[in-house]
């Protein structure tokens, strides 16, 4: 029997350089959205080993999980046990220019850059600031995403609109590599 199109849950993984502020909240904004209809995932190309202390602060005032997060290789999402992934998204223009490994059953990819809040400088004001706005550009962007007819849209329409949303807000990645 197959699985009817309204009761797919689609695979997403989000990526950046460190994995560890803009990729990971993009992870824990998709898997918060109501329905059930995604199950994310995030991972970095040089993952600094560790969550930003303010990614997680971020998510705790969103009301959002701030457990089981890690940062980690993309390579984990490159082997053949892996999760099929129907969706790549790239978060910052380092992760976007580099070579991506092999993502078993071709999803679709997409950059939507947005600076990095870990680069910020200022004070500790300016600094969660910078994260709320991360976490605000990507929610905007999951948030049109996840209204789009997966089930019905053709796909090099859908590869359009996935670029389209990446140009949202006018969030731009500094060139850094959170």
């Known amino acids: 029997m197959t699985e009817a199109a309204s009761d797919r849950v689609y695979n997403v993984l989000f990526l950046c350089t460190g994995n560890s502020a803009r990729s990971i909240l993009g992870e824990a904004l998709m898997n918060a959205m ?5 199950r994310a ?3 970095g190309s040089q993952p600094k080993g560790d969550v930003h202390p ?3 602060h971020t998510l705790k ?3 959002l999980p701030t457990e089981g997060y890690r940062s980690k290789s993309w390579d984990e999402f490159a082997t053949p046990d892996a999760p099929k992934l129907d969706f790549v998204f790239t978060v910052c223009d380092n992760a976007a220019g580099e070579a991506c490994p092999f993502w078993p059953g071709q999803p679709m990819t997409a950059h939507w850059g947005v600076e ?7 004070s500790e004001i300016d600094k969660v ?3 709320r706005n991360a976490a605000n550009y990507l929610r905007r962007r999951i948030e049109v995403f996840a209204a789009l007819p997966l089930a ?5 329409a859908l590869q359009n609109k996935l670029k389209d949303i990446g140009k ?9 590599n959170d």
């Open 54 to 56: 303010l990614t997680l």
């Open 116 to 122: 990095d809040p870990a680069a910020a400088e200022g």
């Open 168 to 176: 949202l807000d006018g969030a731009t990645d500094k060139a850094s």
């Open 34 to 38: 109501p329905g059930g209809k995604f």
């Open 152 to 156: 019905t849209i053709d796909r090099m």
């Open 61 to 63: 005032e969103m009301d």
């Open 129 to 131: 600031t910078a994260f």
């Open 41 to 43: 995932f995030s991972a």
